[in-house]
């Protein structure tokens, strides 16, 4: 059974840091893509970051240079390093992992910035 569980969300104020996990069990870890979203209330689900299985990393650009995303392929465990944190980064954060034909999603974890 494929399980990814994301921890570390939280209140934080503005200009403030948080980071978030994604462990992942039940697949070969290691040669997934993983990828973090996130969804704020009213608004559909967005692209936040991502990490390929060779290690190459892409941001959306509303969070380049604020955000850092990194796995430890032995911990089975992708890490998103959030600074600067912004109101609007305000939304429910989704860990996924995804390979040719195959897409597994978290249950999210509740990330709130205050202003």
């Known amino acids: 059974q494929v399980q990814l569980v994301e921890s570390g969300g939280g209140l934080v104020q503005a200009g403030g840091s948080l980071g978030l996990s994604c462990q992942a069990s039940g697949i070969m870890f290691r040669i997934y893509h993983m990828s973090w979203y996130r969804q704020a209330p009213g608004k559909q689900r967005e692209f936040v970051a991502a990490?390929?299985?060779?290690?190459?990393?892409n941001y959306a650009g509303s969070v380049q240079g604020r955000f850092t995303i990194a796995r430890d392929n032995a911990k089975n465990t992708v890490y998103l390093q959030m600074n600067s944190l912004k109101p609007e980064d305000t939304a429910v954060y989704y860990c996924?992992?995804?390979?040719?034909?195959?897409?597994?999603w978290g249950q999210g974890t509740q990330v709130t910035v205050s202003s």
């Open positions: 990490i390929t299985s060779a290690g190459i990393t």
């Open positions: 996924n992992a995804n390979k040719v034909a195959q897409s597994y």
